[in-house]
């Protein structure tokens, strides 16, 4: 996945910031949400993204796969990223 072109990314002390140039709309990830998006910024997969968070945080995976894909939806949904 990546950013599309009007698409900005800033990271905060509390996650990220991503803006869009062309309707000025803007969303905070917080930091668990910054760490799914630069997981897939990177080339991973959401499954793979969601092992890593499984495990950083103690938790179940299956749980951290559910998290993961609602952050990939509002991500695609609001056009933030592109395949």
């Known amino acids: 996945m990546r950013l599309p072109p009007e698409v900005t990314a800033a990271e905060t002390p509390d996650g ?4 869009d ?7 905070q990830l917080n930091s668990t949400g910054s760490a799914v998006l630069q997981g897939l910024l990177d080339g991973s997969d959401p499954e793979v993204v969601a ?5 950083r945080h103690g938790i179940d ?6 998290d993961v894909a609602a952050v990939v939806d509002h991500l695609r949904s609001a056009g933030l990223v592109t395949p």
């Open 16 to 19: 990220t910031v991503l803006l």
């Open 21 to 27: 140039l062309t309707s000025g709309r803007y969303w």
């Open 51 to 55: 092992a890593e968070l499984a495990a």
């Open 61 to 66: 995976e299956a749980v951290a796969q559910k």
